[in-house]
């Protein structure tokens, strides 16, 4: 079946360094991706999606690119603030709403 | 509301004892899912409604476990005899459409259950 493969945490980084989360899936066909995020006390959030090879989805300075030949979605900030500290969940979904399968996300903590 | 809704927020449960976790969707949404988090896991599919059908539930973990949606809005999601491998956060989301697997879930804050 359907899985996906977060890089495990935590990931500890300083504010304004760089932020890769790698993300890679399996699955049959061509599903969309996404990244939520989790704050502290919060619900899941959507941060951005892909819907298809080659997209790039994009979000307060967050990006990720739909690698089709890699089978990879992996998450990107060129400069992490303290605000960014949450748990990031790579996810897959399939048309006609099918569940969303998610990896078993990643938690990021940035100090200052 | 403004969002989904979830309660309660924080339940505990004493072993055997049968608990009731409610979902109000944003209004409107046609779809509503129910997701179990393990900690320090991700969320894990349980079941699926469109409109009051139950479409999928092939990720109750078993018998124990029932859900509902009776007039197509609120879902009540009820575990029987809870064990303690039952405690996790309940997770509902809805989304708008019927189609196509991009349209967003929206997630409530989740019902964490902890059975003692």
Known sequence: GDSVTQMEGPVTLSEEAFLTINCTYTATGYPSLFWYVQYPGEGLQLLLKATKADDKGSNKGFEATYRKETTSFHLEKGSVQVSDSAVYFCALRHSGNTPLVFGKGTRLSVIA | ?116
């Open chain 2, 1 to 116: 509301g403004a969002g989904v809704s979830q309660s309660p927020r924080y339940k505990v449960a004493k072993r055997g004892q049968d608990v009731a976790l409610r979902c109000d969707p944003i209004s409107g949404h046609v779809s509503l899912f129910w997701y179990q988090q393990a900690l320090g896991q991700g969320p894990e599919f349980l079941t699926y409604f469109q409109n009051e059908a139950q479409l999928d539930k092939s990720g109750l973990p078993s018998d124990r476990f029932f859900a509902e949606r009776p007039e197509g809005s609120v879902s009540t999601l009820k575990i029987q005899r809870t064990q303690q491998e039952d405690s996790a956060v309940y997770l509902c989301a809805s989304s708008l459409g019927t189609s196509g697997g991009t349209g967003e879930l929206f997630f409530g804050e989740g019902s964490r259950l902890t059975v003692l």
